[in-house]
């Protein structure tokens, strides 16, 4: 019998410059502040948006990462 090599895969790294990575890091900071905002600080009377629709539809999400709310 014949025994066929293993093929093999040489892990490729991505490199980014650091112009791209600083924009790259941005729009995450940006993404998790906007996050936090909408789950841990609107309330409904000072909302982005009129209304509590915001707040009740992250209202369990509150709960689970334990933002008091009541």
Do not use: K
Not at 5 to 19: G, K
Not at 53 to 67: C, P, W
């Amino acid at each position: 019998m014949t025994t066929l090599p293993a093929p093999s895969a040489t892990a490729t790294p991505v490199v980014l410059p650091l112009s791209r990575a600083v924009w790259w890091l941005a729009g995450a900071a940006a993404l998790a502040l906007a996050l936090y905002y909408f789950i841990g600080v609107d309330q409904g009377a000072v909302s982005a948006f009129g209304g509590a629709q915001v707040h009740e539809f992250v209202h369990d999400a509150r709960h689970f990462l334990g933002f008091p709310c009541h």
